[in-house]
């Protein structure tokens, strides 16, 4: 994953700069009735805070996601689709056991979201705001140890016999939610850019921590 997030940017300038080269009907590129996109989003969140029952929180530091989607446009203003985002970000944070006994930890949380998105854009032609809102599930793993390590051994066909050893993590899967604002251009028949600011909500059991993401995203209509 690490690889992918740093090509991620050159994938993205070439994507721009070859469909910006490719001439275009003006009549024609604004018009998103009954196509399809492919979309390549790059999100930064800002740092936020989760508190947990018996005064237990969690210090999540900014970071960079990566993603992918695609979306239907039923008519000029209308798109609903699907996407998958994961980030990786550093926290510091306090945890507290049964009896009440508090220890400090830090680490990395890694998550991914996949989501149902509807768009509205105001506007039919090239250059539009939107208003969005999505609704989908969140996989979150902490990296905390939470249980024994286990060792598993089996027979490879080319590497011979092998072992290894596996540690569990704290995990939790969440209902999420999302609204955004932002403005949409559509380049050129094939090649969009979206940009826009989003609030998000973790329906967890133990709290409802919210935070907010910036997106840019590169879309490639087809």
Not at 107 to 136: D, H, Q
Not at 200 to 217: I, K, Q
Request: charged residues 15%; aromatic residues 14%; negative net charge.
């Amino acid at each position: 994953m690490r690889g992918i997030s740093k090509l991620f940017p050159a994938i993205a300038l070439a994507a721009l700069m070859g469909g910006t080269a490719l001439p275009s009907a003006a009549q024609d590129v604004g018009h998103r009735a009954g196509t399809w996109e492919f979309q390549l989003p790059l999100t930064y969140t800002q740092s936020w805070t989760a508190e947990g029952e018996g005064g237990a929180k969690a210090d999540v530091n900014s970071g960079f996601g990566l993603g992918f989607g695609f979306g239907y446009n039923f008519n000029d203003h209308f798109q609903l689709g699907g996407s998958f985002n994961w980030s990786s970000r550093s926290y510091d944070a306090t945890l507290v056991d049964s009896t009440g006994l508090r220890r400090n930890a830090s680490g990395t949380l890694e998550s991914s979201t996949i989501a149902l998105n509807g768009v509205y854009f105001l506007f039919a032609g090239p250059l539009t705001p939107y208003a969005s809102a999505s609704i989908g599930s969140t996989f979150v793993d902490s990296n905390i140890p939470n249980g024994a390590g286990q060792t598993a051994c089996w027979w490879d066909p080319w590497w011979g016999y092998i072992c290894n050893s596996y540690t569990p993590t704290k995990t939790e899967t969440d209902v999420s939610y999302n609204i955004g604002l932002g403005v949409r251009w559509d380049i050129s028949r094939i090649m969009a850019l979206q940009g826009g600011y989003n609030r998000m909500w973790l329906d967890s059991n133990h709290s409802t921590p919210e935070f907010n993401n910036w997106t840019l995203s590169f879309i490639f209509r087809m």
